[in-house]
């Protein structure tokens, strides 16, 4: 992990400015933009790319990708450039947990992979294109979205070892445990052979 530069106070308010940024549901935002209807009384009822897609719409489920991936990537980028390293992984945690967790929907959030993917690219960009690739080879392999996702968080670590981001270790860990508790479901519906395929 990082060297500790950044006072508490302000590692605090890096937190939560992650936290409220990462809050946004722009799945649900853009879905009712675009007149697609209630996100959470489609497919999975999830907030995230995946669940958009299953309106119909590609142009909305993109859309929704690139801005949960930039919660986690402008949150970390936004922390770095203000404060430092330590400042950038709190804000980027926090901005994870809170699209995971948010407060305006309850706490009742995505699976957090957009947003995770996001934040590797900003924190170092070899790793996150590692990851993002990992996630594509596996996703075309198997086609299932959140077997692709807990490759793509279980390979991470790995990455950041292999790709000179050591300090980026520990919030690796963290990371890919909040994944991984998130498709908690999705890994029981894979082990009973269950779970949709990508598109269906």
Known sequence: MPAIETSLTALLIWAILGYLFGSIPFGILISRTMGLGNLRDIGSGNIGATNVLRTGSKPAAFATLILDGAKGAVAALIARVMAGEDAAQAAGLMALIGHCYPIWL?????KGV??????????SFP???????????????KRISSLAALAAAGTSTFWMTL????????LGVFLTILIFWRHKANIARLR???EPKIGK
Request: glycine share 18%.
């Open 106 to 110: 309850k706490f009742k959030g995505g």
């Open 114 to 123: 957009a947003t995770f993917l996001g934040l590797l690219l900003a924190l």
């Open 127 to 141: 790793v996150g294109a590692a990851s993002c690739a990992t996630w594509l080879l596996a996703a075309a392999l």
């Open 163 to 170: 790709l000179g981001y050591p300090e980026g270790f520990v």
């Open 192 to 194: 009973a052979g269950t």
